[in-house]
């Protein structure tokens, strides 16, 4: 489904639950994940699209990977979810991939870019 396909005012990604608690020791504890063959950390990749933390605090965290044929797409997953786990008050951790829509270097921060060269 294309952004031209989505019904207007719809963001193409779920927010996050940022009022939560929990929620910015979660962004940390991402930030410790890097791609093998980037030096920024997945978050400021903007490879992280979506931190869900509910009532019973389990998170479920819905990420992306910068090309479907990435070496290390099945064990990214892994990764997030012991860097997360370890977080004091995290009952539980699902990491979920998706490819919709796709990363793009638009979606990296401005540390990230700094960091890449790209500013």
Not at 83 to 101: L, Y
């Given at each position: ?51 869900e ?17 990435c ?8 990764w997030l ?25 638009d ?13």
């Amino acid at each position: 489904m294309s952004q031209t396909d989505q019904l207007e005012g719809t963001p193409l990604i779920q927010p996050s639950s940022t009022d939560h608690p929990l929620h910015e020791r979660i962004v940390e504890a991402c930030r410790t994940v890097y791609d093998p063959e980037i030096p920024v950390n997945i978050y400021d990749l903007g490879l992280v699209y979506t931190i869900e933390i509910n009532e019973a605090n389990e998170v479920g965290i819905t990420m992306t990977l910068t090309a479907p044929g990435c070496p290390v797409a099945g064990e990214m997953p892994g990764w997030l979810a012991e860097a997360v786990e370890p977080v004091e008050g995290v009952s539980q951790v699902d990491v979920q991939i998706t490819w919709d829509p796709p990363w793009g270097m638009d979606m990296m921060s401005d540390e990230a870019r700094l960091e890449l060269g790209f500013m």
